[in-house]
């Protein structure tokens, strides 16, 4: 029985959804007998630590951040405050999007001398930043469809890309960095490009530009073990996705019933195959550990790689906890292994190895 302190919420703007993996992730770990304290980030980066390991989480799901810091506040007996210091075995991170998902927290623990699940700073790092990665996939071999990077001060000072022949309609306008298609929209028309950029550099600083890719979309997650001492990755079954909107945005991403996700995808065999070997492939080429998912078009029966996450869902709809399932592997076996890795990078003794 370890003492786990799971991370959850955040300053990012998938605060809420990691809410809901922080407590699927609690859940989980308190039926394999571990000690949890969860700890929540708040969105102005301050934390709530509880004095004990027991699980008090605000009942349902949560929707409003505001009302949901306050409950757990009130459950656990304490106030928000500055960082102040952990006592436990190893952190499960179960942040998304910046500030958790980014390398920085990864790297804040690494100083700090905590071990914590997934990937380490630098594949953490590369991942969020999708023109980076997108470069990173390209240099070795993988599909990428073309892209473009344009900055806030860029624009503002009149960028000569917007007109530019070489920019494909549609095309999707994205942050640079951040998941959950936050921000995330497609623009059909050149015409239409300035006033959704003056309207996305409100809220952004970086921007890439992506040709549209008409296909099937599909999500394939990695897992990695240690099998007799050895490092074994394996790629789950990828799951189809279809859109209820006109890709997989937000609202299709979380809300019930809008889109459907068809796991294992009805794929032929070959092309099966060519997703999880790329998933693999991604996988490798960032440095991931632990686990991750990557998103693709399939174009033709040709996989072209969208993203990399570092911190893949893990709310009880969520893809991976899905693939596992079909896998025939129980989310806890998952668990285990993202655990024995984190304490094994650390310079720890694996659960496993007890």
Not at 119 to 130: L, Q, R, W
Not at 261 to 271: N, Y
Not at 295 to 317: K, Q
Request: charged share 25%.
């Amino acid at each position: 029985m370890l003492k786990i302190a799971v991370l959850f919420g955040g300053t990012s703007t998938e605060h809420v959804i990691s809410l809901r993996t922080g407590a699927f992730i609690c859940r989980t770990l308190v039926s394999m007998g571990h000690q949890v304290k969860p700890i929540l980030i708040t969105r102005d980066a301050k934390w709530v630590i509880p004095n004990e390991y027991r699980l008090f989480l605000p009942e349902g799901v949560p929707t409003d951040p505001d009302s949901y810091q306050k409950e757990f506040e009130k459950k656990n007996g304490v106030q928000a405050e500055a960082f102040s210091g952990l006592d436990c075995d190893i952190v499960f991170l179960g942040l998304h999007g910046a500030l958790g998902e980014d390398g920085r927290m990864q790297g804040f623990l690494s100083v700090l001398g905590i071990p914590y699940t997934g990937s380490a700073v630098e594949a953490s790092a590369i991942a969020m930043d999708k023109i980076r990665a997108n470069r990173l996939f390209r240099s070795v071999g993988m599909n990428v469809a073309p892209f473009w990077e344009i900055g806030k001060n860029d624009f503002q000072s009149g960028p000569k890309l917007l007109d530019s022949s070489e920019l494909e309609f549609p095309l999707f306008l994205k942050p640079v960095e951040g998941g959950s298609s936050y921000h995330t929209f497609r623009i059909d028309r050149r015409e239409d490009l300035k006033p959704k950029l003056e309207e996305f550099f409100k809220h952004q600083d970086r921007a890439i530009l992506q040709k549209f890719l008409s296909g099937t979309e599909v999500s394939c997650g990695v897992w990695e073990r240690k099998v007799s001492g050895k490092l074994v990755r394996m790629a789950l079954p990828p799951t189809e996705i279809i859109p209820g909107g006109e890709f997989f945005d937000l609202e299709s991403k979380y809300k019930p019933g809008l889109s459907q996700e068809i796991t294992p995808a009805r794929l032929p065999e070959s092309v099966f195959s060519k997703v999880q070997n790329q998933a693999i492939a991604a996988h490798q080429a960032l440095g991931c550990e632990g686990y991750s998912r990557t998103d693709f078009i399939l174009v033709d029966g040709e996989p072209f790689v969208l993203e990399t996450n570092t911190l893949p869902g893990m709310t009880e709809t969520s893809l991976v906890p899905q693939q596992a399932k079909a896998a025939g592997i129980p989310i806890e076996e998952i668990y285990r292994s993202l655990i024995d890795l984190g304490l094994e990078r650390a310079g720890k003794i694996p659960v496993g190895s007890n």
